[in-house]
């Protein structure tokens, strides 16, 4: 596989070494995600669009890197895609039902979009088949769920209120498989690569936190990694967003960023290849990788301390204990998730 | 990499110097290669300036390249590298500090070196003897 797809051991080891960073994996794992890379079989993945607006397959396809995500593409098989397969109608049809019996019990069921519950589902069908029933029958055999995308993680917009369609994330209908969320609208496209090369390699999906989020990408807060953090430990913040302040980059807090409290690796992968985010863009971050960010008291640009910064009175106790706190917030975070896999679930 | 400038260098670059001492004593002593991502950690820049500059410059020094460039030195220590790991948009992936005899990046593969043989052997205008099967 690797003669043809034009890959050395060096390239397949530098990709390890890469993605054991981005997993924030020991170095030392590197050979043996390698290993693992080169001696394992395509794994079949079946991508099932719910509720959606297709912003999280573009996102896939924006890879950062073409070599990568050709590298990437060695690695899967992605048997069923109704936005990228040619076939269509029942040609399509048939072709999910053969790929659900060739791989029953091993493939991995991606999911983007909400589930409408409401009226039996009827908001949302694919051949004239709810989706809520599609993931009823195609999750019980498969190896693991990636719930891609805010939608598929915890209902997303479609579930901001009032809801008419009664949009529940994936972990709502289905309790008994083991599930990642890939939340963010769209998702960071390098949090879902690095998720399939773990799973891939070592055959187990990666630790988790409390939302079922990879720890390693979401194990900090935006905050945590922002490059303006320096800015609001020192109590540095814009006011408007054509002030001084603004223009020197100072903190965005106060026009509502929701960095504080919202887990993604946007300030670390950052987008389009590498080039910004939306804080060095000159917005504050809408925190829509968070459950019903689209709902949040205030909106998105009333500050999280409720209209108004710290006071700049408790600029120095800020100062001092911001560094401290987000330095080892930052540290422990990170290692924390170091922690080698321990072997195949499958 | 993220700008942690505003944390204080000398502790930090105590620390990490530590745990490369310790990295070396195992590879000493079990031949284990290991290695520390600098990239995970809290490091400001002026950090690893001065971590680099306390390690030094070796004798060996290569740079490989495949889907961007790694360049990989050794330090004035023998045995401890400094490589660093870049895409092909020239963004740092990696930036390691590894303990081995040569890092694991530089070590030529036997199938790649197969398929090595068999381009080799098309540059020749004589016919090679094949090993014995």
Redesign the interface.
């Known amino acids: 596989m690797?003669?043809k797809s034009g890959?050395?051991?060096?390239?397949l080891?530098?990709?390890s070494?890469?993605m054991?960073?981005?997993l924030?994996l020991?170095?030392?794992v590197?050979?043996a995600m390698a290993a693992n890379l080169a001696q394992a079989r395509r794994q079949s993945v079946i991508w099932l669009s719910f509720q959606e607006c297709t912003g999280c397959l573009e996102t896939l396809l924006r890879t950062?890197?073409p070599?990568?995500a050709a590298l990437i593409f060695d690695y899967i098989s992605l048997d069923y895609q109704e936005a990228l397969m040619s076939a269509a109608g029942s040609a399509a049809e048939l072709t999910l039902r053969q790929a659900v019996a060739a791989n029953r019990g091993k493939y991995l069921l991606a999911i983007d979009g909400s589930v409408p519950v409401a009226d039996g589902g009827v908001y949302s069908l694919t051949g004239g088949q709810a989706n809520v029933s599609m993931l009823q029958q195609f999750a019980p055999d498969a190896a693991a769920i990636l719930a891609i995308g805010t939608c598929a993680a915890y209902g997303g917009i479609p579930k901001a209120y009032p809801n008419p369609t009664g949009a529940v994330g994936v972990e709502d209908v289905i309790t008994n498989k083991p599930i990642v969320n890939i939340p963010g609208c769209p998702p960071v496209p390098e949090v879902l690569s690095g998720v399939l090369v773990y799973f891939v390699s070592f055959g187990r999906l990666p630790d988790l936190d409390d939302r079922k989020r990879p720890l390693a990408y979401f194990g900090t807060t935006i905050h945590d990694?922002c490059?303006r953090r320096?800015f609001y430990?020192q109590g540095k913040f814009a006011k408007s967003f054509d002030d001084e302040g603004a223009r020197q980059g100072w903190c965005l807090f106060e026009l509502g960023c929701k960095g504080p409290t919202t887990h993604n690796a946007c300030?670390?992968l950052k987008w389009n290849?590498?080039t910004s985010f939306p804080i060095e863009s000159g917005h504050g971050c809408l925190g829509c990788s968070e459950p019903d960010f689209w709902d949040q008291e205030g909106g998105f640009y009333t500050s999280l301390a409720g209209g108004k910064g710290p006071g700049w009175e408790d600029t120095g106790i800020a100062a001092a204990g911001g560094?401290a706190v987000g330095?080892a917030a930052?540290?422990a975070a990170?290692h924390k998730t170091?922690k080698p896999p321990q072997g195949p679930q499958k | 990499m993220q700008n942690f400038d505003f944390l204080g260098d000398d502790g930090l670059v105590d620390a990490l110097l530590m745990e490369a001492a310790d990295l070396m004593q195992d590879f000493i002593s079990y031949g284990r290669a290991g290695s520390i991502d600098l990239l995970g950690l809290p490091l400001s820049a002026s950090c690893l300036a001065a971590l680099e500059a306390r390690l030094g410059q070796g004798e060996v020094a290569a740079t490989v390249s495949i889907s961007g460039e790694s360049q990989t030195r050794e330090t004035a220590i023998h045995g401890l590298w400094w490589t660093r790991h870049a895409d092909e948009t020239g963004r740092v992936v990696a930036l390691l500090i590894e303990v081995a005899a040569v890092p694991e990046i530089l070590r030529a593969d036997r199938e790649d070196m197969a398929r090595g043989l068999r381009r080799l052997r098309g540059l020749t205008n004589f016919r090679l003897a094949r090993p014995a099967s």
């Open positions: 690797l003669g890959f050395s051991r060096r390239g080891l530098k990709f070494i890469a054991t960073a981005s924030a020991p170095p030392g590197a050979s950062s890197s070599t990568i990694q490059y320096p430990d300030a670390s290849d590498n560094i330095a930052a540290f990170r170091a």
